[in-house]
Antibody, heavy 121, light 113 residues
Framework: QVHLVESGGGLVKPGGSLRLSCAAS????????MTWIRQAPGKGLEWVSY????????YYADSVKSRFTISRDNAKNSLYLQMNSLRADDTAVYYC??????????????WGQGTLVTVSS | DIQMTQSPSSLSASVGDRVIITCRAS??????LNWYQQKAGRAPKLLIY???SLQSGVPSRFSGSGSGTEFTLTITSLQPEDFASYYC???????????????FGGGTRVEIK
């Protein structure tokens, strides 16, 4: 049974940093693209970043490029999102997801429960 | 970047109704289109991938169609548990390179009439 559990969210001041983690279980983590998606309060879904199974391919949304860094540790079945220079508009629930695409991302077939990041002074 | 436009943004329907949600892409995305359902306070759930393929475990009253720039999600005989928000997502990778990004439609909220 696929299980994704995010952690690391919380309240942070503008300009601050936060590192999100996603613990994966129930599947061969090292064989899948993984992704971060966020959702601002009362708003729609916004893609943040993808990372390939071997970490060789990484993509970012323009809104987070140069501020956020996605990474993974296949030995620990874990996905990470390092968020720097945080702004108020980064406030959102952050979901990690498993993408079942092979060579390129295709669709997110499993999602975590999400972790809330609030950026406020 | 590819923009996804969903319509309507919300609708009211009754149990047993047939519901159709439309998603339009700003450029040709072939059939690289997925649909998700999200209930309040919950993570999204994949319903349809590749425009018309039903995800395992999803009831057959959900169906998807379309290609190119126009797509539809149809729910035949709406059930009480179907009242939720629905999002489309494009997963098109340009053959010209430049990487892969994805984007979601703005969502459609299905409410009880």
């Amino acid at each position: 049974q696929v299980h994704l559990v995010e952690s690391g969210g919380g309240l942070v001041k503008p300009g601050g940093s936060l590192r999100l983690s996603c613990a994966a279980s129930g599947f061969a983590f090292n064989e899948y693209y993984m992704t971060w998606i966020r959702q601002a309060p009362g708003k729609g879904l916004e893609w943040v970043s993808y990372i390939s199974s071997s970490s060789s391919i990484i993509y970012y949304a323009d809104s987070v490029k140069s501020r956020f860094t996605i990474s993974r540790d296949n030995a620990k079945n874990s996905l990470y999102l390092q968020m720097n220079s945080l702004r108020a508009d980064d406030t959102a629930v952050y979901y990690c997801g498993r993408d079942f695409g092979d060579v390129v991302p295709a669709a997110i077939d499993h999602w975590g429960q999400g972790t809330l990041v609030t950026v406020s002074s | 970047d590819i923009q996804m436009t969903q319509s309507p943004s919300s609708l009211s329907a009754s149990v047993g109704d047939r519901v159709i949600i439309t998603c339009r892409a700003s450029q040709n995305i072939a059939t690289y289109l997925n649909w998700y359902q999200q209930k309040a306070g919950r993570a999204p759930k994949l319903l349809i991938y590749a425009a018309s393929s039903l995800q395992s475990g999803v009831p057959s009253r959900f169906s998807g169609s379309g290609s190119g720039t126009e797509f539809t999600l149809t729910i035949t005989s709406l059930q009480p548990e179907d009242f939720a928000s629905y999002y489309c997502q494009q997963s098109f990778t340009p053959s010209s390179g430049g990487g892969h990004t994805t984007s979601f439609g703005g969502g459609t909220r299905v409410e009880i009439k």
